[in-house]
């Protein structure tokens, strides 16, 4: 099946940040393509990576950076296929770098910002899948499935502490 959703990484130090993207997408059943590209380090590879995925049917593109993260911008100075960003942690500046690198974005070139580091990365992917899912009723119904598991955790959670808390807690 052909790539639907490109997730670039600045570095390969941001990996481990960024599997959890990879991991639900793969769960979804989303085809994508996971790899490393460089907005200041390979501004030509990144170019290329995009217009190569477009051509190729990619319709969501993801991008995780750390530091002065211009990696999401970059993308979205190349296609208007909507672009999210993921700011991550990679500094003394604890990503406050990242996230005002990647949000702050003029207007004309929007990057959809998600929460920094796994919490992002994790969102990206859904966000991902829910722009997919507006041309595709069965992944729509796959992410509807998928929220009423977390939905149900919630429920199982709040039984279990307020068993665990009993009378104290009335
Ligand atoms: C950013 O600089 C990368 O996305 C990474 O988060 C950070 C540090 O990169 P390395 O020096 O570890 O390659 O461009």
């Known amino acids: 099946m052909s790539v639907k959703v490109a997730i670039f990484i600045g ?73 999210i960003g993921i700011p991550l942690a990679a500094s003394p500046l604890g990503g406050m770098d990242a996230l005002l690198a990647t949000v702050q974005m003029p207007p004309g070139f929007p990057v959809a910002t998600m929460a920094l580091d796994k919490a992002g990365a994790r969102n990206a992917a859904w966000m991902a899948a829910q722009i997919l899912a507006l041309n595709d009723p069965a992944l729509h119904d796959q992410i509807k499935n998928s929220r009423a598991g977390l939905q149900a955790d919630v429920k199982r959670a709040g039984v279990d502490l307020e068993n665990r808390w009993g009378a104290q807690n009335a």
Do not use: N, W, Y
């Open 11 to 83: 570095s390969i130090s941001d990996e481990a940040l960024v599997t959890p993207c990879a991991e639900v997408l793969r769960t979804l059943g989303i085809p994508f393509r996971f790899t490393v590209s460089s907005a200041h380090r390979t501004p030509e590879r990144t170019q290329a990576l995009v217009d190569e995925l477009e051509a190729q049917g990619c319709r969501v593109f993801i991008c995780a950076a750390g530091m002065a993260a211009h990696l999401a911008g970059a993308v979205a100075a190349r296609t208007c296929k909507p672009v």
